[in-house]
């Protein structure tokens, strides 16, 4: 006769199983999501905290400490991605993961390697913005001390990427922001998926957009 404790573990792992859903299709034409609905996050996303909510029209988090919120579509592996973001607090600190593997998170809150290229504005209090590959703290990686994340601004992103190349503009600017080479390119299984992550600050985005190249 098995004890309560298996019996216990193997009710738990059919009811994972019972809940596992195939991801929604790929992306492979232009796609958006404007946010405009009540409840949750919705089916396209796969959230590793419960750290995030639509409200008014917009994707709003805080306190997520790098447990980000994956849409469970995979990109294209060329693409163009567009949102509009902001954040209410003077230290800034707006995150987005790219091309990661869809579910990774931070398990000890301050360990965290992402599986993704990471992008973020107004990071470290709103001192520095990076763009980096996979270690967002590694050295000699993309960044800029300016200009600095205003509270309670909107901000236009665009990332294009084209083969090994990113180039992060900000506000439909000509020149890109923050621009990353990289000789080995994320792509295939393990590096298909977009994330928004956050550590601490108030953050919002909305008007989120893939166009395959």
């Not at 309670?152 to 990427?161: C, D, E, F, M, N």
């Not at 439909?172 to 390119?185: H, K, V, Y």
């Not at 792509?187 to 992550?197: M, R, W």
Request: aromatic share 10%.
């Amino acid at each position: 006769m098995r004890s309560p404790l298996l019996l216990r573990l193997a009710l738990l792992a059919l009811a994972a199983g019972a809940c596992t859903t195939p991801d929604p299709p790929a992306i492979t034409a232009a796609w958006r999501d404007d946010f405009n609905r009540s409840g949750g996050v919705g089916g396209d996303y796969r959230a590793t905290a419960d750290a995030y909510r639509i409200e008014g029209g917009r994707l709003r988090v805080q306190g997520a400490r790098n447990h980000p919120l994956w849409l469970r579509r995979k990109l294209p592996r060329d693409a163009v991605i567009e949102l509009d973001c902001g954040s209410d607090s003077p230290d800034g600190d707006i995150k987005l993961e790219l091309w990661g593997d869809g579910s990774s998170y931070d398990p000890s809150a301050g360990a965290y390697t992402a599986s993704s290229y990471v992008l973020v504005f107004g990071g470290w209090r709103n001192s520095k913005s990076i763009i980096a590959r996979q270690d967002e703290h590694a050295p000699g990686i993309p960044t800029r001390t300016t200009p600095r994340v205003e509270p309670g601004r909107a901000y236009h992103w665009k990332i294009v990427r084209k083969g090994g190349k990113l180039d992060w503009f900000i506000d439909d600017l000509a020149t890109p922001f923050l621009s990353l080479d990289d000789p080995q390119p994320l792509a295939g299984p393990g590096h298909e998926y977009l994330a928004f992550d956050n550590w601490e600050t108030p953050v919002w985005y909305d008007a989120l957009s893939v166009t395959p190249l």
